[in-house]
């Protein structure tokens, strides 16, 4: 048996190398390192009660052919490793939805959260209305409602920029990682996206905006997702939903209704933008001039799929799709019941562009081109419906001026023009300065067009 020099306890050195009450060494001079002091604070404060001392323990020698089990030391010892483990088992199990980000819970305002936040972080917006216009300064954060896929939260939970410019704003190169989600966000200019941006805009209410130029959202030289938002009710000169130049957007399964602007109620695409526009359902929408659902101007090369056009109107043309001197492909939507002078389904002027498979149904245009209308272009018009669609001058289906348009395998029915001497081409009307590529033998269909199938205007 040995007596440790340090804290006097006895023990059987056969079976520790170390005192098992206080860790000497006993090949060591008995010294013994020091603890660092605990601080207290001064004043009056409430000191803690200090541990009592340890009671010597009784000498008790054991028979040398008894082994001595682990002293009540290691025991304890055990246990807080034990708990300790146990602890932070529960805590990786329990569920981690909460944030240390919440508003108004630790902070006033969104502003302020956002402020505090740090990159990969989440802020939590409890409903009700912060009337303020917020910044995401080039974080990479989710700003977001309690549950942005309960629609009566995220009505509840309301942004209003009350007239003073955009209510939020990305314009600080924020990338993927910055997510605004399940807020209504109105009474200023929407939303802005400017400055290489490309955050995520997902399952908001966009409602009762106005700016010159997108009302319902503005982007300029940035690449942002804009899905399952409801855009409506915004009005601009230029974009009443959403504006874009030199840009790049993912816009998919939105419901973008009930705006108003001169061009491009819905949607306005210029300078080069190359957006997705896709699974939307795009309706109500109403233009002073053209494009009463889309423009798309200015070199830009947008992909328009799968989408739901209907019942858009433009006091001039492009009822539905206003395409200038771009070339866009339009493929598999459903385009009907718009309405504009010229062009109530889609208006081409100047441009290549790809229109395949959609159906084009019951657009009414007051002059010509009650499905489609071109002029100065190469459009590729291939295996779409074009069915009871009407003009009261000219080309129920198509019109064609000055144009060179391949027209194949697509199913022209029903549709309805002026007389043959007011215009005529129930389903294509052509001027004489244009060239129709229609193949021999024709693949098209044609059936009950009033007053005929097909019109060409003499020299």
């Not at 682990?70 to 602890?87: E, K, R, W």
Request: hydrophobic share 35%; aromatic share 6%.
């Amino acid at each position: 048996m040995r007596d440790c020099s340090a804290c006097g306890m006895n023990y059987d050195e056969t079976n520790f190398d170390l005192c098992p009450y206080c860790g000497e060494d006993p090949g060591k001079s008995g010294q013994k390192e020091e603890p660092e002091p605990i601080a207290r604070a001064a004043g009056n404060e409430q000191k803690p009660t200090p541990e009592p001392p340890l009671k010597e323990k009784p000498r008790v020698s054991k028979p040398p052919s008894e082994k001595s089990g682990p002293p009540a030391a290691l025991y304890a010892v055990a246990a807080v490793i034990i708990v300790a483990a146990i602890g932070a088992a529960l805590f990786f199990l329990l569920p981690s939805g909460s944030s240390e980000y919440t508003v108004p819970g630790k902070y006033s305002s969104i502003q302020e959260a956002i402020d505090a936040a740090q990159d990969g972080e989440e802020i939590v917006v409890e409903p009700g209305i912060y009337r303020e216009n917020i910044d995401f300064k080039g974080k990479e954060i989710t700003l977001r409602s309690i549950d942005p896929d309960d629609p009566d939260i995220v009505a509840s939970t309301i942004i209003d920029g009350g007239t003073r410019g955009a209510v939020v704003t990305f314009r600080s190169g924020e990338g993927e990682g910055a997510v605004l989600a399940g807020f209504t966000i109105t009474r200023g200019s929407g939303i802005l996206v400017s400055g290489g941006s490309s955050p995520l805009i997902y399952k908001n209410v966009i409602e009762d905006n106005d700016a010159e130029l997108g009302g319902g959202l503005i982007i300029f030289d940035s690449s942002p997702v804009i899905r399952e938002n409801t855009i409506t009710d915004n009005t601009g000169a230029m974009g009443g939903g959403i504006f874009a130049e030199a840009s790049s957007p993912v816009i998919e399964n939105n419901t973008i209704t009930n705006n108003r602007a001169a061009f491009g109620s819905a949607i306005f695409l210029i300078s080069d933008s190359a957006a997705v526009i896709t699974g939307n359902t795009i309706t109500g929408n109403q233009a002073n001039q053209d494009g009463g659902a889309i423009v798309v101007a200015g070199n830009s090369m947008p992909q328009i799929k799968n989408n739901i056009i209907e019942n858009n109107r433009a006091g001039r043309y492009g009822g539905g799709i206003y395409v200038d001197e771009s070339q866009p492909v339009i493929e598999q939507n459903i385009i009907n019941n718009n309405r504009a002078a010229l062009g109530a389904g889609i208006f081409i002027l100047h441009s290549t562009v790809r229109v395949n498979n959609n159906s084009l149904v019951g657009n009414e245009a007051s002059l010509s081109g009650g499905a489609i209308y071109m002029q100065g272009s190469t459009p590729r018009i291939e295996e779409n419906e074009i069915v009871s669609n009407s003009a009261d001058f000219s080309g129920g289906g198509i019109a064609v001026y000055e144009s060179f348009p391949t027209i194949a395998r697509n199913n022209f029915e029903g549709n309805t023009a002026g007389t043959p001497d007011g215009g005529g081409g129930g389903g294509i009307w052509s001027s004489a300065d244009s060239q129709l590529d229609i193949q021999d033998p024709d693949t098209n269909k044609y059936s009950m067009n009033e007053p005929d199938d097909i019109y060409i205007e003499s020299d």
